[in-house]
T-cell receptor, first 111, second 115 residues
Framework: QQNVQQSPESLIVPEGARTSLNCTFSDSASQYFWWYRQHSGKAPKALMSIFSNGEKEEGRFTIHLNKASLHFSLHIRDSQPSDSALYLCAVSMGGGYKVVFGSGTRLLVSP | AQTIHQWPVAEIKAVGSPLSLGCTIKGKSSPNLYWYWQATGGTLQQLFYSITVGQVESVVQLNLSASRPKDDQFILSTEKLLLSHSGFYLC??????????????FGSGTRLTVL
C-alpha cells in the first residue's frame, strides 16, 4: 500500500523568498510524480510532473526527484502572494490508474 | 479543447437520503475517468476509476457506487448517505498515453454537506 507523506504541513514565507516543499513515498516501484496546486475552494490543478531521476525547471518552479531516497521536492523561486495555496504531491506506479496523493502543504506567501 | 462539467455545484442532504453526482467530459473520446473525495482540509482519496464504458473499479469502500453509462459520463451515487460522506467530490479525467501518464484534470467539484 503506497504511503505518501508531505512536509511541512504549513509554511509562511515572505514575498520574494525561496520555498521548498517535500514529499516522500514508500513504494520504490513508483514511476510518475506530480505536484498539484489547489487554491481555496477550487479544484487541484497539475503544476509540474517528473518521470525520471533528476531536476526539471519551469519558470519559477523546480522539481527534484531522487527515487533511491524515495523523495521528491518542489522549489519555488521568488514566491508571490498568488502562490498561496494547498500544494499536493501525487505518485503513481503507472498502468494501474491509481494515483495516490499526499495530505498537502498549505503555503502562505505574505506581501 | 477538453471541458469537464460537474453537477451539482453543492448539495445539502439529510442522513439516510440518496445521492447522485455526475460529471461530463467533452472534447476527448474514451478518457480514463476518476472520482476523488476530499474531506475538509484533508487528503484527496481516490474512490473509483474507469477506463471504458460500463467498467468501473473501486479503490476504497465508502458505501458509494459509481457507474459509467456513456463514454463521456461518470456518475457517483449512494442509496443512504452517512455523516462521513460530507466533503468535496471531484471528478477527473486523464489521457490514455504514456507521455502524460495519468496527469489528472479535475472538474470544479461538488461540495456535499450531510446533516
Amino acid at each position: 500500500q503506497q504511503n505518501v507523506q508531505q512536509s511541512p504541513e504549513s509554511l509562511i514565507v515572505p514575498e520574494g523568498a525561496r520555498t521548498s516543499l517535500n514529499c516522500t513515498f514508500s513504494d520504490s516501484a513508483s514511476q510518475y510524480f506530480w505536484w498539484y496546486r489547489q487554491h481555496s475552494g477550487k479544484a487541484p490543478k497539475a503544476l509540474m510532473s517528473i518521470f525520471s531521476n533528476g531536476e526539471k525547471e519551469e519558470g519559477r518552479f523546480t522539481i527534484h526527484l531522487n527515487k533511491a531516497s524515495l523523495h521528491f521536492s518542489l522549489h519555488i523561486r521568488d514566491s508571490q502572494p498568488s502562490d498561496s495555496a494547498l500544494y499536493l504531491c501525487a505518485v503513481s506506479m503507472g498502468g494501474g490508474y491509481k494515483v495516490v496523493f499526499g495530505s498537502g502543504t498549505r503555503l502562505l506567501v505574505s506581501p | 479543447a477538453q471541458t469537464i462539467h460537474q453537477w451539482p455545484v453543492a448539495e445539502i442532504k439529510a442522513v439516510g437520503s440518496p445521492l447522485s453526482l455526475g460529471c461530463t467530459i467533452k472534447g476527448k473520446s474514451s478518457p480514463n475517468l476518476y472520482w476523488y473525495w476530499q474531506a475538509t482540509g484533508g487528503t484527496l482519496q481516490q474512490l473509483f476509476y474507469s477506463i471504458t464504458v460500463g467498467q468501473v473499479e473501486s479503490v476504497v469502500q465508502l458505501n458509494l457506487s459509481a457507474s459509467r453509462p456513456k463514454d463521456d459520463q461518470f456518475i457517483l451515487s449512494t442509496e443512504k448517505l452517512l455523516l462521513s460522506h460530507s466533503g468535496f467530490y471531484l471528478c477527473a479525467w486523464s489521457l490514455v498515453d504514456w507521455a502524460s501518464a495519468e496527469t489528472l484534470y479535475f472538474g470544479s467539484g461538488t461540495r456535499l454537506t450531510v446533516l
